[in-house]
């Protein structure tokens, strides 16, 4: 379990999602630019009228069964003793306590020292490497992602941890395109502290992410020659989705956040 854990994170950190930026030794070599923005054909099957919704079948209880693929659907795994809580529980019941718990939930995990007491490194990293000394910027990444293993396997809240990895994936950045660790190790802090919150504040502050900035090209963007990798992200799939924006919104925004930068050095 830990094995298989460790090498999810590890794919997830690494950016396995596929991202609509590509690199190619360190250049971008094609990007979401390229595509054609569509805007997709109606769903009317989708559309619900709340009002007149029949929730008689949230009535049901639970089965073990059923207490099995609910403990899969929203945690990792189905532990014994997070199967037995929800079995002979209703539907609705099962769903509010779900919700309780995240709303009550405070996030434990204690990620590596080195993020508040070691000076960022990738900036000396780049300086000792002409002459073959290294800090082992990968073992930063080691140690973050044995922290946030071991938080998903004795994490008492699984619903947590499944949202959190949810939401790596979808602002996903790869930490091998920079090897900047203070700032992926703030990725991954803004991650966590949005998980279970605002939607809207957490796409906010997503224009506010070092890892974030870096990883679209950001810092290199200024009012007068706009980058538009992170507004094209933004726009495609953080938020609306293809079709429901213009190429005009993506300039206008690129140009709105183009002094959104990082500092080298201290990441």
């Known amino acids: 379990m830990k094995i298989f854990i460790s090498i999810m994170i590890s794919l997830i950190f690494t950016g396995l999602a596929e991202a609509a930026v590509k690199f190619k030794g360190g250049q971008i070599s094609s990007s979401s630019g390229n595509l054609k923005t569509e805007k997709p054909a109606a769903r009317p099957d989708l559309k619900f009228n709340l009002s007149d919704f029949d929730s008689s079948h949230l009535n049901l209880k639970l089965s073990k069964f059923d207490a099995i ?80 293993a071991k938080q998903i396997i004795e994490n008492s809240t699984p619903q947590f941890e499944r949202l959190a990895l949810f939401w790596l994936d979808h602002f996903s950045v790869a930490f091998d395109t920079y090897n900047q660790t203070h700032s992926f190790s703030k990725h991954l802090e803004i991650i966590r502290r949005n998980t279970s919150g605002n939607f809207k504040d957490f796409l906010m502050e997503s224009f506010y992410d070092p890892g974030m900035i870096v990883y679209l090209n950001n810092e290199q963007s200024t009012a007068q020659n706009p980058n538009e990798n992170l507004a094209r992200e933004f726009l495609e799939l953080f938020s609306l989705g293809e079709g429901n924006y213009s190429e005009s919104d993506i300039k206008n925004l690129s140009k709105a956040i183009s002094g959104h930068g990082i500092n080298y050095v201290t990441e």
């Open 69 to 148: 693929r609910f403990e899969r659907r929203i945690g990792i795994g189905a532990p014994l003793e997070r199967v037995t809580q929800w079995i002979g529980l209703t539907r609705r019941q099962a769903i509010e306590k779900t919700i309780s718990e995240l709303e009550k939930y405070s996030d434990p995990i204690h990620l590596p020292r080195w993020i508040d007491e070691v000076i960022p490194v990738s900036f000396i990293e780049n300086g000792l490497s002409a002459n073959d000394h290294s800090c082992d910027i990968p073992q930063y990444r080691n140690t973050i992602e044995a922290a946030w």
